[in-house]
T-cell receptor, first 114, second 113 residues
Framework: KAGVTQTPRYLIKTRGQQVTLSCSPI?????VSWYQQTPGQGLQFLFE???????NKGNFPGRFSGRQFSNSRSEMNVSTLELGDSALYLC?????????????FGNGTRLTVT | DQQVKQNSPSLSVQEGRISILNCDYT??????FLWYKKYPAEGPTFLIS?????DKNEDGRFTVFLNKSAKHLSLHIVPSQPGDSAVYFC????????????FGGGTRLMVKP
């Protein structure tokens, strides 16, 4: 079974631009979550989608948004990029979206903002 | 304010010995806890979890212990192997928060041959 696939793996953008990251979950998984990993703040929850609906949202500004499609694939968008948005963005999927279904992470998209 | 803390940034252990990684939390609403392992350039990999109704869960060489009164959990790896060298994250969630996990800062484990 294929794992969680994130594209692209690496991305370099300039301040003020916007970026879209893509995530394909494990087949059959309906929950997709996004996390940001930085050296200073560690792994932080961005948002979770389940059956195309945002179920939870972390403490990030409105420049960070996401969506989920009917095939469970998900995208996240960051507008008006800032230097501090440079991070590893991780997508994770799970079967049922409840506590009993551990998250399976992709290898991430490394975003560098210059 | 860090709700989940891993106070040891690194740990070095000899191959074959026990590795003990610790994690403390402050939010009493957390009722499900997980450990993840992360290699460089890869996403975290799920290791083991425990519900707050239990105080111990085992899976092969990995055992997680939960002390609710102390708001403390630990991961024991016995015996440790060089391939276990990685960064280990503990994470916690509340029952009404879906897959919203709060992670600790991680502990880098080095297992020496």
């Amino acid at each position: 079974k294929a794992g969680v696939t994130q594209t692209p793996r690496y991305l370099i953008k300039t301040r003020g631009q916007q970026v879209t990251l893509s995530c394909s979950p494990i087949s059959g998984h309906r929950s997709v979550s996004w996390y940001q990993q930085t050296p200073g703040q560690g792994l932080q929850f961005l948002f979770e989608y389940f059956s195309e609906t945002q179920r939870n949202k972390g403490n990030f500004p409105g420049r960070f948004s996401g969506r989920q499609f009917s095939n469970s694939r998900s995208e996240m968008n960051v507008s008006t990029l800032e230097l501090g948005d440079s991070a590893l963005y991780l997508c994770a999927s799970s079967l049922g979206g409840t506590q009993g279904s551990p998250l399976h992470f992709g290898n991430g998209t490394r975003l560098t903002v210059t | 304010d860090q709700q989940v803390k891993q106070n040891s940034p690194s740990l070095s252990v000899q191959e074959g010995r026990i590795s003990i990684l610790n994690c403390d939390y402050t939010n009493s609403m957390f009722d499900y806890f997980l450990w993840y392992k992360k290699y460089p350039a890869e996403g975290p990999t799920f290791l083991i979890s425990i519900s707050s109704i239990k105080d111990k869960n085992e899976d092969g060489r990995f055992t997680v212990f939960l002390n609710k009164s102390a708001k403390h959990l630990s991961l024991h790896i016995v015996p440790s192997q060089p391939g276990d060298s990685a960064v280990y994250f503990c994470a916690a969630s509340e029952s009404n928060a879906g897959n919203m996990l709060t992670f600790g800062g991680g502990t880098r484990l080095m297992v020496k041959p």
